[in-house]
């Protein structure tokens, strides 16, 4: 509203129900058919899924009135029950819906009567789906094939005057339900000596019957270290005394009492479940993660935590600016983006790897920009955010239905981002083997000539190349470097002789062009009969880019797997001969290599 927008909410839950405070000008319709009932039966029907969704049809027509009234172009649905509610009422019309789900479907079921409604209303073209996580985001765009935009919360920092004084005090809040782990945490806390737990207590807030869980201490002989207490709607009545915040759930969506601990500077631990969570602390920049219902793992960081005062702080300094990242600034330019960006039309495209008509949107990115300001706040990146500040379109990624390969768009202004990145040392990639493997083979080989496709000299520092010549050619550079004597550098692929190179090598280029079918073809043309092309690019399902800022704009316009790169050099008149996996990262193989040998023409 700040942004002069005309808000009219309409709720589909009683006053009395009401969490957060209504701002100040917003236009409030409650529509509560199934509340509104007379007699003992109110609270049966109340938890009566059945009958409230039944009693819920009577508000769709009073819905599209209220739309009508307010002349609303566009309707935000929070949860997927009152998305596919608000899109049947909507279906055939010109409103557009803009469906928010806030937790992970797969373990948060649906009603039974709204459910079989989901695939239908996904899919109408005035309906848009948002995600609070990319691991969600990718679930939905999987099940239902349709394009999903990734949008976090915002993150408010700690209120004027805050101070943290930290106690030996293990906060976790949460409701008495299976999801949220209680049981996790306290099983991980029996295995702790007394020598380990150092005098630390366990203070869970929630609402909820947790008698259970005061069994489940007492019979671990925890209960006199557990405390459980009523929800506390201010939150800094909880975190001000806590030393070390607990996430130990089983799915979530985008978890506010985490990303609220996180900004309070509270050290937290949190699963690596089935939801945002991986986002909101930044690939686990920001808080630790420990392995999902894995009790040996979080009694492990527990112990740890607790016994290294210096790693507290730490890691509760580093997260007082996640209030910066997901702000109320970057986080409404992200809502601006998908009422601007995800009704336009956008056409189809080709798939780079195998050229078959691609018409459907895997997916559509703006995390990536929030996650780059951070790094570069954090890392001492040399990336100027004036560039990224000034961002405003949706970039969006195709899938090719034929050969699985990934599709970006990216950004318009390519090569002014190209620039600001090998101005930033930490695009930079920290090993050569692909480089460290042809040159062991070259050392074999007399008077053979490769051409270096896209790479620069510097990759060959310290390489022994024979009496073999290279010829570099770099998309990346202007002008010829200093090169050795056994190196030379060339402004144009003219300037390569037809059929004259015995090998060509293309590292980590590929992936980084808008036509590399017709690279190949052009490259080919200078290989000698039976010549080999050497290929190494990122493998697609390596996770890394998914949550780095250097990808954002996607400037890896593919992401090729193994099969997709095979089918686009077979494109070319090219056949594969070897292929050889490459370095591995936290989330598996990084990269891998394809040797194509030229078919004869």
Not at 30 to 39: A, C, K, M, N, T
Not at 194 to 203: A, C, L
Not at 356 to 382: D, F, G, N, P, T
Not at 504 to 517: R, S
Request: net charge neutral; glycine share 6%.
């Amino acid at each position: 509203m700040a942004r002069r927008y005309s808000v009219q909410l309409i709720l589909f839950y009683p006053e009395e129900t009401d969490f957060f405070v209504i701002p100040h000008g917003a236009e409030v319709v409650r529509l509560i058919h199934p509340f509104e009932v007379q007699g003992s039966r109110s609270r049966f029907l109340y938890l009566n899924h059945f009958l409230r969704t039944w009693k819920r049809l009577k508000d769709l027509a009073q819905l599209r009135k209220e739309v009508r009234r307010h002349k609303s172009s566009l309707v935000i649905a929070f949860e997927a029950y009152v998305g596919i509610i608000v899109g049947l009422a909507f279906f055939g019309s010109r409103v557009k819906v803009l469906i928010s789900e806030r937790v992970h479907p797969k373990y948060h079921q649906l009603q039974t009567l709204v459910k079989p409604f989901k695939k239908f209303v996904y899919g109408l073209g005035n309906v848009r789906v948002l995600a609070q996580g990319e691991v969600i985001s990718e679930y939905i765009r999987n099940q239902f094939d349709v394009e999903v935009l990734s949008v976090p919360n915002i993150v408010l920092p700690p209120p004027e005057g805050f101070v943290h004084v930290p106690q030996n005090r293990i906060v976790m809040m949460a409701r008495a339900h299976k999801q949220k782990g209680i049981d996790i945490l306290l099983q991980a806390w029996a295995q702790l000596t007394i020598e380990q737990k150092q005098s630390w207590e366990i203070h869970i807030y929630g609402q909820g019957d947790f008698q259970s869980y005061r069994k489940l201490a007492l019979k671990k002989g925890i209960e006199l270290e557990v405390f459980f207490h009523e929800a506390d709607s201010e939150i800094t009545n909880i975190l001000v005394n806590a030393g070390i915040f607990v996430l130990p759930s089983r799915y979530e969506g985008f978890s506010n009492a985490l990303a609220e601990a996180i900004s309070f500077g509270v050290p937290s631990i949190a699963s690596d479940c089935p939801s945002a969570v991986r986002d909101l602390t930044l690939n686990g920049e920001l808080a630790i993660l420990v392995p999902l219902e894995d009790v040996d793992s979080l009694a492990f960081q527990l112990s740890n935590l607790i016994a290294d005062e210096t790693l507290r702080k730490e890691l509760g300094n580093k997260g007082k600016e996640i209030s910066k990242v997901f702000g109320v600034e970057p986080v409404t330019d992200i809502w601006e983006n998908a009422f601007r960006g995800l009704f336009t039309n956008h056409s189809k495209m080709n798939c780079r790897a195998c050229g078959a008509k691609v018409a459907k949107v895997r997916s559509s990115l703006a995390k990536s920009k929030l996650i780059q300001i951070y790094s570069h706040e954090h890392q001492s990146s040399e990336i100027q955010l004036e560039y990224f500040a000034g961002l405003k379109e949706i970039l969006r990624f195709w899938s090719c239905k034929f050969c699985g390969h990934l599709s970006a768009q990216g950004p318009t202004d390519l090569e002014i981002y190209y620039k600001f990145m090998h101005e930033n040392t930490m695009y930079m990639r920290s090993d050569r083997w692909d480089y460290e493997y042809i040159s062991s083979r070259l050392r074999q080989l007399d008077h053979h000539n490769v051409l270096d496709f896209g790479s620069s000299s510097s990759k060959w520092n310290g390489l022994e190349t024979g009496n073999n010549l290279i010829t570099l050619y770099d998309i990346a550079v202007n002008g010829p470097e200093n090169v050795s004597h056994n190196l030379r550098a060339v402004n144009n692929l003219k300037e390569i002789p037809f059929k004259s190179q015995d090998d060509i090598v293309a590292f980590h280029v590929m992936e980084h062009l808008e036509d590399p079918f017709g690279t190949l073809i052009d490259l080919k043309s200078k290989l000698k009969d039976n010549g080999k092309l050497w290929v190494s690019v990122p493998d697609q399902k390596n996770s890394f880019f998914e949550f780095s800022y250097l990808d954002w704009p996607p400037h890896h316009l593919s992401r090729f797997s193994r099969n997709s790169l095979q089918i686009l050099g077979k494109r070319a008149g090219f056949r594969v001969v070897d292929y050889l996996p490459g370095v591995s990262n936290s989330s598996g193989m990084f990269d891998f290599m394809l040797v194509f040998e030229k078919t004869l023409d």
